[in-house]
């Protein structure tokens, strides 16, 4: 089955307390990325990336890295997390940008006390 | 860059009514244009999408409208049902960064049966 896998689905961590969010996707994508979703502010790209070891900044890339070892996994780095870092994130796939759809993981729902 | 607008944010109709979702975009240069729709607690899934070059696209009941000129971009569900309740994000092309898509804030869809 085509998906994207994100790991984990919850989690409540302290501020400064590095962390890793991964993304796995089975469909020989070479673009993936990594979303922000937080109430009425919609969708907002952190980092994106075109290709193994191609990533770009996105709309708000401030506090996050990410990296692009290999073409099927898109880990999500949060270094020292902060409080405004709570909220929904979405890894998403695609043939590439502008050719097909972007297939969502199941979003990861993050708390930073 | 491109920025993207999207209203309402909330909409509720009754079952049967029609729906109309509408996005404004600044970048005249953007090009593609998809539509995504949110179930609660779920991830965002394509309906729709639609490139510059074409001026409307029906699928079922849901449609979507391009004016390139007026630079903004509509969706339109007939006939609706309960299982359309959701929230539905409009998003365009960034055509200065290429690799982006910048998604409207999003709408909240309530149908009553």
């Known amino acids: 089955e085509a998906q994207v896998t994100q790991n984990p689905r919850y989690l409540i961590t302290v501020t400064g307390k590095k962390l890793t969010v991964t993304c796995s996707q089975n469909?020989?994508?070479?673009?993936m990325s990594w979303y922000r979703q937080d109430p009425g502010l919609g969708l907002r790209q952190i980092y994106y990336?075109?290709?193994?070891?191609?990533?770009d900044k996105g709309d708000v890339p401030e506090g996050y890295k990410v990296s692009r070892k290999e073409k099927r996994n898109f880990p999500l780095i949060l270094e020292s997390p902060s409080p405004n870092q709570t909220s929904l994130y979405f890894c998403?796939?695609?043939?590439?940008?502008?050719?097909?759809?972007?297939?969502f993981g199941e979003g990861s729902r993050l708390t930073v006390l | 860059g491109e920025n993207v607008e999207q209203h309402p944010s909330t909409l509720s109709v009754q079952e049967g009514d029609s729906a109309v979702i509408k996005c404004t975009y600044s970048?005249?240069?953007?090009?593609?244009f998809p539509w995504y729709k949110q179930e609660l607690g779920k991830r965002p899934q394509l309906i729709i999408d639609?490139?510059?070059?074409?001026g409307e696209k029906k699928d079922q009941r849901i449609a979507v409208t391009l004016n390139k000129t007026a630079k903004h971009f509509s969706l339109h569900i007939t006939e609706t049902q309960p299982e359309d309740s959701a929230v539905y994000f409009c998003?365009?092309?960034?055509?200065?960064?290429?690799?982006?898509?910048?998604f409207g804030a999003g709408t909240i869809l309530r149908v009553k049966s």
């Open positions: 990336s075109m290709n193994v070891e191609v990533t």
């Open positions: 998003a365009a092309s960034d055509m200065e960064y290429g690799n982006k898509l910048v």
């Open positions: 970048d005249s240069a953007s090009n593609y």
């Open positions: 639609i490139r510059s070059n074409v």
């Open positions: 469909m020989n994508h070479e673009y």
């Open positions: 998403a796939s695609s043939k590439g940008i502008f050719t097909g759809e972007l297939f």
